[in-house]
């Protein structure tokens, strides 16, 4: 028996999205999705973990989890604490490396016939660069360049928080391969469409945003942080403003698509997304309380095109009236 079959769902088959006369089909920067709608990378795991419940070959695209060259261990527990209307994370991107996931999840993702984006990290540029050209032979059809990481080109401050150093890495990435290349984007920055110029002039193809906003939570019994490392990433229902007006401003700031995320449930919340100017969304952490989000996510987009007279999903794209 293969691996494959060994990880076949004993239960029901997976849930697809139900027919629809709206054209759902969506390009990313290059990346052709039969309907707008993946992941948030780090939510839902190598896809085989969810496939009880989810065909993942449903999804307009499917983003792992980031990967690194040779792996990471992830940050000290406690590193999750639940927060009104969210959560935070300080998971550090654990990871067994970039080896791991060709060998035993790329096959199995390429198996189901999924679009695969890799969201790649790295502690130094030459690590992005190299994580890259250790897959370019392998079955992917779009990287997502994490920026957020704290890096040591950037005298160890996040990369994604200055022009310069995110130029300095898109452009060795672009040069690397040719392949759609997705630039993610924090939010703890002054100017996002600072950031997102810079990505695009150094060869994004698209942006993704946004990555978590900075926070922190207090056990006020023991006067002590609720996570190890004290400080996390806040995600859930609480960012999508955020989310939303970053999302808003980057569609006017550049010309390249965006594929946008932060708080998304609903496919209410993922059409308000592409109406501030998404090509495409991502639901992250709404899958830890619901696995079938994402099939749910891309039935509302189609029952809200169905009720309002829209044919092609891509009208929606940018067209807040305001």
Known sequence: MTSIERHQPVGPSPRQPRPTSVDMAVNLGGLDMKNPVTVASGTFAAGREYHDF??????GAFTTTGVSLNG???????RIAETPCGMLNSIGLQNPGVAHLKEHDLPWLAERGAAVIVNVSGHSFDEYVAV??????????AYEVNISCPNVDAG?????TSSS???AVVSRCRAATKRPLIVKLTPNVTDITEIARAAEAAGADALSLINTLLGMAIDAKHRRPQLARVVGGLSGPAVKPVALRMVWECHKAVKIPL??????????DAVEFMLAGATAVAAGTVNFAN????VEIIEGIAQYCEEEGVKDVKELIGALEC
């Not at 990471?72 to 406690?78: H, L, V």
């Not at 594929?259 to 209410?268: K, R, V």
């Not at 696995?291 to 994402?294: I, K, M, V």
Request: proline share 7%.
């Open 291 to 294: 696995p079938c989000a994402t």
């Open 72 to 78: 990471w261990e992830g940050n000290a527990s406690p």
């Open 259 to 268: 594929l946008g995320m932060g708080g998304i449930s609903t496919g209410i």
């Open 165 to 167: 150093s995110v130029e």
């Open 132 to 141: 890259i050209e250790a897959l370019e032979d392998a079955p992917v059809h």
């Open 156 to 160: 160890g401050l996040t990369i994604g």
């Open 54 to 59: 989810v065909d993942v070959a449903t999804l």
